[in-house]
């Protein structure tokens, strides 16, 4: 046989076994299944419930209330009530109104009252770029006496940290949150959640709440302040 013959066998054997591939190829990838990707996450949507409810308040290095007026209740005796307790505990802890902050441009504080433990203030801000928290807490009791400084410190947050907590408020709608519901407890704690963007004002304040987003949200702010290693899980309420 002669070598051109060899190599011509060669040759259709070549193309035939390449053609009995791709037949083969072609067929598993259709009786395959359809591969579904996972879906990435779209942050950029955290955001999207503002303004929502708030009310425009300008803010004044002269701003002396800290919460608007009718921002607390819709009934006049209910709101002077709330007002006077929370900010008497505002102003224990030396806190200002958040319109009366012109550093920040974005801010958030949550005021933990609790009927018989000590008083916290957890207050997270933006300036620019750069973001920051401040955690008081007083020694007296939430619901009836402040008392006076029993830890003061403040630091940077990093930007995935403030992230978080703008998804944690998305999640809540915080922004279209009435500002008050229909539960009444007593002996529990007030969860209010204070929160100042782009000349608006907001506020949040629920009863012990044990579940939700809303709840997620403030105790996200807890365990960034690092209470929630020293405060026994009973006083978590």
């Not at 005021?111 to 300036?127: D, M, N, Q």
């Given at each position: 046989?002669?070598?051109?013959?060899?190599?011509?066998?060669?040759?259709?054997?070549l193309v035939t076994f390449t053609i009995g591939v791709s037949v083969t190829a072609i067929y598993w990838f259709y009786r395959l299944p359809d591969v579904v990707l996972p879906e990435v996450a779209k942050v950029d949507q955290r955001y999207s419930c503002f303004p929502g409810l708030s009310v425009r308040v300008l803010k004044?290095?002269?701003?002396?209330d800290f919460f608007p007026g009718g921002a607390l209740s819709e009934?006049?005796?209910?709101?002077r009530f709330r007002n006077g307790w929370y900010s008497g505990q505002l102003e224990a802890m030396n806190e200002l109104p958040l319109a009366a902050l012109a550093n920040e441009d974005e801010s958030y504080r949550f005021?933990?009252?609790?009927?018989?433990?000590?008083?916290?203030?957890?207050?997270?801000?933006?300036?620019g770029m750069r973001h920051f928290i401040v955690v008081k807490r007083l020694n007296g009791r939430g619901g009836y006496d402040p008392g006076r400084f029993d830890l003061y410190w403040s630091h940077s947050l990093?930007?995935?940290?403030?992230?978080?907590?703008?998804?944690?408020?998305?999640?809540?709608?915080?922004?279209?949150?009435?500002?008050?519901d229909d539960r009444i407890m007593f002996d529990g704690a007030q969860w209010i959640l204070e929160g100042y963007r782009e000349g608006r004002y907001h506020i949040v304040d629920r009863q012990s709440p044990?579940?939700?987003a809303y709840h997620d949200a403030c105790m996200y702010?807890?365990?960034?302040?690092?209470?929630l290693a020293e405060i026994p899980a009973k006083e978590v309420y």
């Open positions: 046989m002669s070598t051109t013959r060899i190599l011509i066998k060669l040759g259709v054997a004044s290095s002269n701003q002396r009934t006049i005796r209910s709101a005021l933990w009252l609790r009927a018989f433990h000590k008083p916290v203030a957890i207050h997270v801000w933006r300036t990093s930007e995935n940290e403030w992230d978080s907590f703008m998804l944690h408020l998305e999640h809540s709608q915080y922004w279209l949150m009435p500002t008050e044990d579940t939700g702010l807890l365990r960034q302040s690092g209470l």
